[in-house]
């Protein structure tokens, strides 16, 4: 069903259908990445959806790169299979999720008030969920797409993508031969402006990363001695002035574009050196937004110590650093001047920052797409906080955007469904999706 209410042949119905099963199941499928091998795995979505592939007549592949990461890989064959192909991602694994802090169990799938509720609902079994079911759909009733289709579903990539998308870019490179664009997480969705303008989100940059160990070495003793050289008291002052630090205004190229955009639709100026006028006028995605002005690094872990009566010889903190594109050599600079020289940084998990140009063919047929389902859509660009499998294809040559296109309700707060408690998508956004992705590959 369009938005205009018409139907399309052979198309929307059936993926709109099973839309929401699909994502239940794979909701319920716990697969909670601690950053180890201790949680339970991608291999039982991995098996799912390659089941939910071949019963269409696809020939998946699944990928084990560690016991139980595993990943999900198949080409769809297009009307033209000399024109360069599209690659599709997402990922299966979820972070965790303490169920007695939910409201609905995370692993339930449950619906209720509209929506699908469970870990992964937006971040991204949805997306998931709405591949399948096109796909499903269009090789059921025998439309190819324009172009081959290459489809990843791929574990790990809430722990860096060492097991998921790096591995297969490493060792099966042929898996992607032909490819030359790519949609995936974290884009499309909705930032309703009036009755007269809706805003699609396009991602088209998102923030390298530095995920880091800091340690500190002191002088170990008792702890009833006074003692000036204590690792504890070094690492907090440093990591006190770490979690307050204000970092630089920077605004890159999409940052730009996106205000110039936004400034547009709200008839007002915006103002990036003025953040709390700015932001406040952005509502749910503020947060999303505001991460995107500047480097930042946010302390998360600490430790030290065996016994309350020992000082111990040394105290380390983890420490999730993110950079913008073009300010990395910034960012390391900036880094070790507020942490002093005590300090010593250790890179555990470095992924580069992302950025391409909001044009060309593709982002045309996202544009068409949008509207064809929402005649008061307007896609803009804008950069993600965080960081996606992106940041592996684009060593492929691969020009990567985010587009997992969802219609929201203007008062679900959408930044806090990512990694927070309650996360939950609305049913019609589901279907919403599907029909502009099925409108989407065959713009593509």
């Excluded at 204000?246 to 890159?252: A, G, L, M």
């Excluded at 111990?312 to 910034?330: I, M, S």
Aim: glycine content about 12%; aromatic content about 6%; proline content about 5%.
């Amino acid at each position: 069903m369009s938005g205009t209410g018409t139907t399309r042949a052979g198309s929307g119905e059936s993926a709109e259908s099973e839309v929401v099963d699909l994502c239940r199941d794979l909701i319920r499928i716990d697969t909670s990445n601690y950053g180890d091998h201790s949680g339970p795995g991608e291999r039982a979505a991995a098996e799912y959806i390659a089941e939910k592939l071949s019963e269409v007549g696809l020939e998946p592949q699944i990928f084990e790169s560690h016991k139980g990461r595993a990943s999900t890989v198949a080409r769809i064959e297009g009307e033209d299979s000399s024109k360069p192909a599209l690659l599709i991602h997402g990922h299966t694994d979820v972070v965790p999720a303490n169920a007695h802090d939910w409201t609905h169990h995370p692993f339930s799938g449950e619906i209720a008030d509209g929506c699908v509720w469970g870990r992964g609902a937006v971040d991204m079994k949805d997306m998931d969920a709405m591949t399948l079911a096109v796909v499903r759909d269009r090789m059921r009733s025998g439309r190819k797409p324009p172009r081959d289709i290459v489809l990843a579903f791929l574990a790990d990539e809430e722990a860096g993508g060492t097991y998921g998308a790096r591995y297969l870019v490493d060792k099966h490179p042929d898996l992607f031969e032909g490819v030359t664009e790519a949609i995936g997480e974290t884009g499309g969705f909705s930032f309703t402006v009036d009755e007269r303008l809706r805003l699609y989100l396009i991602q088209t940059a998102e923030k390298g990363m530095h995920w880091m160990r800091l340690t500190v070495d002191g002088t170990a003793g008792h702890g009833s001695m006074t003692n000036d050289d204590n690792a504890v008291t070094e690492l907090c002052e440093a990591v006190g002035r770490l979690g307050r630090h204000t970092w630089p205004v920077r605004v890159t190229k999409t940052v730009r574009s996106f205000l110039d955009e936004l400034s547009d639709a709200l008839g007002t100026p915006l103002d990036p050196e003025d953040m709390d006028a700015t932001l406040a006028k952005l509502g749910g995605i503020a947060k999303m937004v505001g991460a995107t002005l500047r480097n930042s690094a946010a302390p998360t872990m600490l430790g030290a110590g065996y016994k309350v009566n020992v000082i111990p010889g040394q105290a380390t903190a983890h420490v999730d650093g993110r950079f913008l594109p073009g300010y990395e050599e910034e960012f390391l600079a900036d880094l070790d001047r507020v942490l002093g020289p005590r300090v010593r940084r250790e890179i555990l998990h470095r992924g580069r920052a992302l950025e391409t140009g909001f044009d060309g063919h593709l982002v045309e047929a996202m544009r068409l797409a949008l509207m064809a389902e929402d005649p008061i859509a307007r896609a803009v660009p804008y950069m993600l906080s965080g960081g996606t499998d992106a940041k592996f294809f684009d060593d492929l040559g691969i020009r990567c955007f985010g587009f997992s296109p969802l219609r929201l309700p203007p008062e679900l707060d959408f930044a806090g469904m990512f990694h927070g408690v309650d996360e939950r998508v609305p049913v019609e956004g589901l279907k919403f999706g599907v029909r502009v992705l099925d409108r989407f590959i065959d713009a593509c």
